[in-house]
């Protein structure tokens, strides 16, 4: 039964690549915006290609994992009344989208 869902599947990725937002923001400027590459490696993730995902975009995974953590708290309150793990969480996510962008831009 999983064989036959395989079809659908590949469907909907290639659909899916053909179907990404464009980045107004290097649109406007030529320049790659903090964000260029997360749709790209999101479709990496869901090809199951971890390696490709990272090499896109790495703050990507960071980025789910904070927006899964979000999730299950606005859903199951696991944080704290001073949700210290979620702006924990943010911080972090934040920092590594900066250093990211950075490295980007400066070309290493």
């Known amino acids: 039964m999983a064989l ?3 079809p659908c599947s590949l469907l909907f990725i290639n659909w899916l690549q053909g179907h990404l937002l464009p ?4 649109y406007l400027t ?11 490696a999101v ?3 869901i090809k199951g290609n971890l390696h490709e995902s ?3 975009y790495p703050p990507a995974i960071p980025i789910l994992l904070t927006a899964l953590w979000w999730l299950a708290d606005s859903i199951y309150k696991l944080d704290k009344p001073s949700a210290v793990i ?8 934040g920092s590594i989208i900066l250093v990211s ?3 980007k831009i400066a070309g290493l």
Do not use: H
């Not at 980045?23 to 290097?26: E, I, L, Y």
């Not at 030529?30 to 790209?40: A, E, H, L, M, Y």
């Open 54 to 56: 990272f090499s896109l």
């Open 23 to 26: 980045c107004p923001f290097k």
């Open 43 to 45: 479709v990496a993730l």
């Open 30 to 40: 030529g320049i790659d915006c903090p964000g260029c590459g997360f749709q790209r």
């Open 86 to 93: 979620k702006k924990t969480l943010f911080m972090i996510t």
């Open 4 to 6: 036959q869902n395989i």
């Open 101 to 103: 962008y950075v490295i």
